[in-house]
């Protein structure tokens, strides 16, 4: 069949769009009023959570914890404005009665623009009703709709801080978390945080701008010295939140511009790291390899249907995937020079190393391979770890500090590593299992050589899975007994690394034996996933009380439970249908029976196939 | 269906794997004891036991996981994963689901299931041994698995853990162990020697009478706590010597400290005690870890015979032969955070036997090897609370561990056989490929 000069190169116009799509999405982008130069103003260093990074980080980290969004949508004038511009306008918000802030900002603390932000987001029907705020969509609510009741929610988040964790209710949780926020403005609002000002005198170098500013003033009078850098950066915040305040839009640009411009030149290598993070944070990567790996899925699928376009389709979707996994690589390299760490050091990083792992080792099988399940499986589990990444960057910052004991580079770059490699090859072996019980039941596709294919891919991976989570696990007892003296304590998180090993031991053990074949052991690779989402997550909802199960915690438990019992129905009904009713092994048509595997041979090892 | 393959999965033992079983009888040894020892011996190398074992041992590790959800860690250590029977509640079996613990069903323990393990393992390749290519690497996982397994068995048995407090400027030679308490009862001898005698916690058992001819009473134990907390007494004080009267306190029990707490805290126990001398009662005494060490640091004085033995209930304790000095501790935090970035312990060790001081420093992943111990930086005191307390003290977890090499040495055989054995399977899937 004679292809027409687009079929022809399709994957070559796929891997364009592709390259297109995330360059459109690095040029900066997003605000409703780009004549004020709110992204300078995300530019300036502060010291937040242990780390020099830039305000744009810190004003998208609190917006995304009080509002689950890092810009402001508007509904009223229907625009969305930038973390940076909300966080400005909250610091411009003061108390009329604050002597500091209150007297720099007078037009702000009249108006407190920030209190009509509608970015606090209530979705809990009985706190809604404390407030005397009625359910509307979105569920984002400003301080000014229900600021009568500010006092009730402190009072009773103090009350419910006296509880023992264990026994708090949804409510008080919920109670809580509003409070948190609101306590979170308010330390904005007076200037208290970020750290901002720096200082080469003392130990602990930077300095909230109202301790600061009120220094600085005192120095001067007493005629003692302060350091340039303090002074430069207080004068500098003074010039910028007063121009602000007085909505004089060109002063307010020449002061961040100039302070900016002598910053480049005074710690190039610090504005260098700014610049790239703003840049990291406006181009929000893993996002965009999210929404890459949607359409991804959907390609690969329609190109399991026998249509003259299958090949191409397929070939298009393997050149998209690796534009988007080349950004993705990219992205976490990135993230490894601004945190200087090795590239797991907490949840939200492990999962999306884990969704770079699955993406790379699907390449791998398609590559081998080149049916277009390994695609799909590939861009499923990329999606899936990327959708939950994003919601544990709800949590905040995702580039935190690490408490003494695993501040190690050494242990962080082998153990870790080993163990989230290990997880994300048991993601990988479970969803092509999963792969097999769908093809297999609904569709014809999962014939002769396609079906030895997938389970050999399986194989494969449980293998390099076996090496990576048995490496992982003792790399993790070597750094317990380095660190502790003790190999092994039975804690749960190593349990839950050690139910990994156990699991893929047992599949493997049972294939070798005779006991599963392709359809047992896909069975058993799906409920491989239970075991590894359990010890990736499970183990961290142990110690909470019944009551807990309320929280944000709670709900993750719950979305953990019911995506297992799901994967746990997919494995049973893989199990127990017979195989004669799957659609791919139906008869009357006379078939290779896909169900078998080749003869053992000696040694257990699969024997090389005849065909 | 393939019935060649079905009869290679059933007799995995075959030496021979796909060997028709008809050859069998031709390489049958003579004697009849033979023939029933190979069979017992494929029997017992089934890797049908292998998978059996590895699913039981799957719901053992779940379980005692589950169980550290109420239950002390070290209790789990002890019943689910060194015992050789344990009795599981059904709260534990239903995923903590329900809360029914009176209802519990016996499950081997992880004794009893290594134990089988072991013997499937050795059976297995006794059995099935060849040296050959492709069996190195899977004699060598194996061989490193036992090891691992030997390793733990001997942690369990013969490793030692305590805790050495330190203040700045001070010597300690006490180790203590919170995982058990002892009543120790101390008669002062001159300005150098103490009489000591000890009674282990574990004979300090609801009911029991410890009489000892190195006793100076007789112990009726009215009341013992694994954990314990001292509040007010607002009716009727259960002692009526001691401390407990003259602060007007009580202890009461708490539950133990379970192994999945966020905030782990030691069991802090305390026991009512009734002493005798001969048919006299001497009193009622509340003796608690928590007037001894915890938070007094107070030794109550029980007089017999006009001498004044001190006794207390406390941490287990050993001395060492040798003091360690602290000279200084410092603790670092991230800045601008409560997050500590870094503790560290400046000590000497002054052991009269070697004449020397040796002068190092402790912290995080930096351990003090001294003899045949290890001592890591555990924790720090501090006067107050946060980053904004001076440290005053710390903490060192001091180890004694003979197998401690086995887990490092097993690493190294396993790690190299899955790369052996899996690096084959790799280069024969790619020269399969490259043929085709």
Redesign the interface.
């Given at each position: 069949m004679k292809k027409s000069f687009f079929q022809q190169y399709l994957p070559q116009v796929a891997a364009g769009v592709t390259i297109l799509f995330f360059g459109f999405q690095m040029l900066p982008h997003g605000d409703a009023a780009l004549d004020w130069h709110y992204r300078d103003f995300g530019r300036l260093p502060v010291?937040?959570?242990?780390?020099i990074k830039p305000m744009d980080t810190v004003a998208r980290n609190n917006l995304m914890v009080i509002t689950h969004r890092q810009s402001y949508y508007d509904a009223d004038s229907g625009q969305r404005y930038s973390a940076n511009k909300w966080l400005l306008d909250v610091m411009t918000s003061p108390d009329s009665r604050d002597p500091v802030m209150g007297a720099l900002c007078p037009n702000g603390a009249k108006n407190r623009y920030a209190w009509d932000y509608k970015v606090f987001r209530i979705e809990n029907d009985e706190l809604l009703q404390a407030l005397g705020l009625k359910m509307r969509d979105g569920l984002r609510y400003s301080i000014n709709e229900f600021g009568a009741k500010v006092g009730f929610i402190e009072d009773r988040a103090k009350a419910i801080d006296k509880t023992p964790a264990k026994e708090r209710t949804l409510f008080d949780a919920k109670v809580l978390e509003l409070a948190h926020h609101l306590h979170m403005i308010a330390e904005y609002s007076t200037a208290w945080f970020p750290?901002a000002i720096p200082d080469a005198e003392v130990a602990?170098?930077?300095h909230p701008f109202r301790t600061a500013v009120v220094d600085v003033f005192q120095a001067r009078r007493a005629g003692d010295p302060v350091a340039p850098e303090t002074e430069d950066a207080v004068e500098t915040y003074l010039e910028v939140l007063r121009k602000y305040d007085q909505d004089d839009k060109p002063g307010f640009n020449a002061a961040l511009t100039k302070y900016l411009a002598k910053l480049e030149k005074q710690s190039p290598a610090m504005m260098g790291k700014i610049n790239l993070e703003v840049f990291f944070n406006e181009f929000a990567p893993f996002y965009q390899c999210l929404t890459i790996y949607v359409v991804l899925a959907l390609v690969g699928a329609v190109s399991w249907l026998n249509t003259a376009w299958s090949t191409q389709l397929r070939r298009a979707a393997f050149g998209a995937m690796s534009v988007a996994f080349v950004v993705h690589t990219a992205s976490i390299i990135i993230r490894i020079y601004l945190q200087g760490k090795p590239p797991v050091t907490n949840l939200y990083s492990s999962a999306i190393f884990i969704g770079w792992g699955c993406v790379g080792i699907c390449m791998i099988a398609e590559w081998?391979y080149s049916n277009g399940i390994a695609t799909v499986v590939g861009s499923v589990t990329g999606f899936c770890t990327l959708i939950i990444a994003h919601i544990l960057s709800l949590e905040g910052d995702t580039m935190q500090?690490l408490?003494?004991?695993l501040?190690?580079n050494f242990?962080l770059a082998t153990h870790v590593t080993c163990i989230t490699l290990g997880y994300t090859t048991a993601f990988v072996a479970g969803f092509m299992g999963l792969a097999y019980i769908g093809l297999g039941m609904f569709t014809d596709k999962l014939r002769g050589e396609v079906a030895t294919n997938l389970s050999?891919a399986t194989y494969?991976v449980l293998?390099?899975g076996?090496?990576l989570s048995?490496?992982g696990t003792?790399?993790g007892?070597?750094w317990a007994?380095?660190?502790?003296?003790?190999?092994?304590?039975?804690?749960?998180k190593e349990?839950?690394a050690?139910?990994i090993v156990?699991?893929i031991?047992?599949i493997l053990?049972?294939r070798?034996?005779?006991?599963v074949?392709q359809r047992g052991m896909a069975v058993l690779s799906v409920i491989g996933i239970i075991?590894t989402s359990?010890s990736w997550f499970g183990?961290n909802f142990?110690?909470l009380g019944k009551h807990a199960y309320g929280g944000s915690q709670g709900e993750a438990m719950m979305w953990l439970v019911g995506l297992d019992l799901l994967i746990l129905s997919i494995a049973g009904l893989g199990a127990w249908m017979p195989l004669q009713q799957w659609q791919s092994f139906r008869p009357p048509a006379k078939l290779d029976?896909p169900a078998?595997?080749?003869?053992?041979?000696?040694?257990?090892?699969m024997a090389?196939p005849t065909h | 269906m393939d019935q060649t393959a079905i009869k290679a999965g059933m007799t995995p033992i075959g030496a021979n794997g796909t060997a028709s079983p008809a050859k069998e009888p031709a390489v049958m040894p003579k004697s009849e004891l033979k023939i029933l020892a190979v069979k017992v011996l494929r029997a017992l190398a089934s890797l049908r036991i292998t998978v059996t074992l590895f699913a039981m041992s799957m719901l053992l590790v779940f379980w005692g996981t589950l169980a550290q959800a109420d239950t002390g860690i070290w209790t789990v250590v002890g019943t689910y994963f060194r015992g050789f029977l344990v009795w599981v509640p059904l709260k534990v079996i239903l995923f903590n689901c329900v809360d029914n613990t009176a209802l519990r069903i016996p499950f081997p323990g992880g004794l009893s299931i290594g134990a089988v393990m072991l013997v499937n393992l050795l059976a297995a390749h006794a059995v099935r041994f060849k040296l050959a290519w492709n069996r190195a690497g899977i004699i060598l996982i194996h061989a490193g698995i036992i090891v691992m397994m030997l390793g733990e068995l001997i942690t369990h048995l013969y490793a030692v853990e305590g805790r050495m407090m330190i203040m700045t400027g001070h010597a300690a030679n006490k180790v203590f162990n919170p995982r058990y308490s002892e009543l120790a009862i101390v008669l002062p001898v001159d300005a150098k020697n103490d009489q000591v005698v000890v009674v282990p916690g574990a004979l300090l058992q609801v009911g029991a009478k410890i009489h000892d001819e190195r006793l100076p009473f007789d112990i009726e134990v009215l009341d013992y706590m694994v954990n314990s907390t001292i509040i007010d007494v607002k009716d009727k004080n259960p002692a009526n010597k001691g401390i407990a009267v003259v602060m007007n306190e009580k202890a009461i029990a708490l539950p133990e400290t379970a192994g999945a707490d966020t905030e782990q805290k030691e069991d802090v126990p305390a026991a009512y005690l009734r002493l005798w001398r001969g048919d006299k009662v001497l009193g009622t005494w509340l003796f608690s870890v928590f007037y001894s060490e915890v938070f007094y640091d107070y030794i109550q004085e029980v007089p017999v015979d006009g001498k004044n033995y001190q006794v207390s209930l406390r941490f287990k304790q050993t001395r060492r032969p040798y003091y360690v000095h602290l000279d200084k501790v410092t603790q670092k935090f991230y800045p601008g955070t409560d997050m500590a970035k870094d503790f560290r312990s400046y000590v000497r060790v002054q052991d009269p036997a070697v004449n020397q001081e040796r002068k190092l420093e402790i912290y995080m992943n930096a351990p003090m090897y001294y003899g045949g111990e290890t001592f890591y930086q555990a924790g720090v005191t501090t006067d107050r609370p946060g980053r904004a307390g001076n440290a005053i003290g710390t903490t060192l977890q001091v180890v004694r561990n003979p197998g401690w090499i086995l887990p490092y040495a097993s690493c190294a055989i396993v790690g190299f056989g899955l790369l052996i054995h899996f690096g084959y399977t790799l280069y024969r899937f790619l020269e399969r490929r490259t043929v085709r």
């Open positions: 010291l937040d959570k242990g780390r750290l602990e170098p930077w081998f500090m408490v003494a004991v501040d190690t242990w050999r494969g293998c390099a076996m090496f048995f490496v003792v790399l007892g070597l007994d380095y660190s502790w003296g003790r190999f092994w304590g039975w804690d749960p349990n839950g050690l139910l156990i699991w031991a047992l053990h049972a070798w034996g005779g006991m074949k075991v359990w183990t142990l110690g029976p078998t595997p080749p003869p053992l041979s000696p040694t257990g090892i090389t | -």
